[in-house]
């Protein structure tokens, strides 16, 4: 997590830093700092707390210079405080960075540093890579200090360095985590995601591991931090709008997300099928058709919501490849010693494609030589890197914290995959596949449809909003849609609540039951529709409270509901993609009324870069 940016060029680089920590807010939001370097001295300012904050301390002590970083902090190593927010610097004030990232042998350094005279002031593990470069710079070649001081640390950083006496160049080190340089006129750019920098530039590099680059006004040269040998790598220009990185009207970014998921639905299905409906057009240049068909098991692995994307997965891969499908989330994978080969299908799912623990257990299949697609929404990620092959999520920028259109996004994403898969195998019929394809192009429509009809929603929040704990309950396909209800509930209301298997309620939540803990069923019409109602019925027994999602002329389960959120009807195994609409909604005007912060819930942050 963090967020790190950096200007040379020849504007005042503080409104650019400024606005590129505002876009990268997103990444963490404990604390904020920028350093500028103007005729040879380096100047801080940094806050406790968020950009907001930092803007004012800015109008209040401004600085004028053309070259500087920034920082916005997840904390990691220390608390949330002004003396441990970025950007950090040595003993003397010479050399100041910024890093995302974790310094795992940092109190062994820190020490050693210590004993060697340096005094440290924070209580953070970035402040000792600050006193590693000055210990290592006495030989006067400020890279070869800092790839020294690279090969000492262990763990992970994305870096952005200034030293007072090179005011011509900013330095940038990668490993583990994301940097990427956008190339301007005379001006070059440093930032952990291309949102921070879209409003200037679109044509960017993005850095590899294990690389570092010393970046002036009038280019920029790359090197190994291995070796210093000379890397060359060509620029990319990237696709994403800079309005779409905005609010554009709309109160918070959830909200507006939320509502471009018709959108996003149209534009993955677009021009990955076929007119006649008989084919999916998925590129996977490193495996080759035979190896597709080859595969005995597919593994999913995911976090967060994106892990719930998976559990919807199993479901769809299951039925239309009629092959094992097992879901784990990162960090439970890597540590139990799981059975793959190669072939094994492992399909990562995530959407910022720099989740530290989806990447480690990514890393931990590539020993057993399993086949790797991921389904990644930012280009050219980490993740998308350590696979054979990547299926684009095209959701844009999804900047609220809690994840809305990248989901659905997935589900569209591993809806493709299967038919892709199915046809390949012939596991699927032509008929089948044309029926699922038809199915499949009608849902944004049947999204505008439910987002266009919210009054039922908003009106529940209003009563809702009060309770403390709620039990999204759901079955079959539609189980992690209740895991992923209950999880949109609870990071953006911090309101308790769980997601069940209906069928699981009678073993032991079923005590929960009173007039005091709202059940949120989904109820789609499908296979497990009347098993569904039954564990409604027990619900009602116990005088419980329902909210349903379901069709529109199910008059059995309107019946029984306090509130009833309508979906179109669609087949059994699509619904996923309706139901958790209304469940997105709810948890957004439930958190509105409690008047939190929306788009940036506390303790979160959008990408977690740290295991
Ligand atoms: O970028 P990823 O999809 O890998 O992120 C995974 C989770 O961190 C993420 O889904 C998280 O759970 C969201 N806050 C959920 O809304």
Redesign the pocket.
């Known amino acids: 997590m963090c967020g790190i940016v950096g200007y040379i060029g020849n504007k005042q680089v503080v409104p650019i830093l400024l606005d590129g920590l505002q876009k990268l807010e997103y990444r963490g939001y404990d604390s904020a700092g920028i350093a500028v370097l103007l005729d040879g001295k380096i100047e801080r300012r940094r806050i406790e707390g968020k950009i907001a904050g930092l803007k004012e301390k800015m109008a209040k002590e401004p600085i004028n210079g053309f070259m500087g970083i920034g920082h916005t902090r997840w904390a990691t190593h220390g608390r949330p405080t002004e003396e441990n927010a970025h950007p950090h610097i040595d003993c003397k004030n010479e050399i100041v960075l910024v890093h995302n990232g974790i310094i795992e042998n940092y109190f062994t350094l820190r020490q050693e540093l210590i004993e060697l005279g340096h005094k440290f002031v924070s209580d953070t593990d970035t402040e000792v890579l600050a006193h590693l470069i000055e210990e290592n710079n006495k030989s006067g070649n400020f890279l070869e200090a800092v790839v020294k001081s690279l090969k000492e640390a262990e763990g992970s950083y994305a870096l952005a360095i200034v030293l007072d006496k090179t005011p011509d160049k900013l330095y940038a080190a990668r490993l583990g985590s994301p940097l990427v340089i956008g190339i301007g006129e005379g001006e070059y750019y440093i930032a952990s995601d291309v949102l921070a920098i879209l409003n200037y530039t679109k044509k960017v590099i993005f850095l590899e591991d294990g690389e570092i680059a010393e970046v002036s006004k009038e280019g920029f040269h790359i090197y190994t931090i291995a070796d210093l040998s000379r890397v060359n790598k060509k620029a990319q220009l990237i696709t994403w709008d800079p309005i779409t990185a905005e609010k554009s009207g709309y109160r918070h970014f959830m909200l507006k997300e939320i509502y471009e998921q018709p959108r996003v639905i149209e534009e993955n299905i677009k021009g990955r099928l076929s007119k006649d409906k008989e084919e999916v057009y998925l590129d996977f240049p490193d495996l080759p058709d035979k190896e597709l068909e080859g595969i005995k098991k597919v593994l999913i692995i995911?976090?967060?919501?994106?892990?719930h994307a998976g559990l919807v997965g199993k479901f769809i891969l299951e039925k239309i490849l009629r092959i094992s499908v097992e879901v784990d989330i990162?960090s439970e994978f890597r540590y139990r010693d799981p059975i793959i080969d190669k072939n094994t299908l492992l399909i990562a799912?995530?959407?910022?494609?720099?989740?530290a623990d989806?990447i480690a257990a990514v890393k931990e299949a590539q020993k057993s030589n399993a086949k790797i697609i991921s389904i990644c929404?930012v280009l050219d990620s980490s993740?998308t890197r350590l696979s054979h092959g990547v299926i684009y999520t095209h959701a844009g920028p999804e900047v609220g914290?809690?994840?809305?259109k990248?989901?659905t996004a997935q589900l569209t994403a591993l809806y493709l995959l299967a038919l892709y898969l199915g046809k390949l195998r012939k596991s699927i019929s032509k008929i089948e596949l044309i029926e699922l394809i038809d199915e499949l192009l009608k849902l944004p429509k049947k999204v505008e449809a439910i987002l266009e009809n919210d009054k039922d929603i908003i009106k529940c929040s209003k009563t809702y909003f009060k309770y403390k704990n709620f039990l999204y309950l759901g079955r079959g396909i539609n189980y992690p849609i209740a895991l992923e209800g209950a999880?949109?509930l609870k990071?953006i209301s911090y309101l308790h609540a769980e997601g069940y298997p209906a069928g699981e309620m009678k073993h032991g939540p079923i005590a929960l039951i009173d007039e005091n803990m709202p059940i949120v069923a989904i109820v789609p019409h499908g296979q497990v529709y009347d098993k569904m109602v039954s564990n409604l019925r027990e619900v009602q027994a116990r005088q419980g409270v329902i909210v349903a999602v379901g069709y529109k002329n199910d008059e059995i389960v309107k019946e029984m509901s306090d509130y009833f959120f309508t979906i179109p009807e669609t087949i059994d195994f699509l619904t996923p993609i309706l139901t958790i609409i209304p469940l997105q909604l709810l948890a957004y005007h439930v958190a509105l009324k409690l008047g939190v912060d929306i788009d940036q819930p506390r303790n979160?942050a959008?990408?977690?870069t740290v295991e």
């Open positions: 995911a976090c967060g919501t994106s892990y990162g799912i995530s959407q910022s494609g720099e989740t989806t929404n993740i914290v809690a994840s809305t990248a989901f999880l949109k990071e979160l959008k990408s977690v």
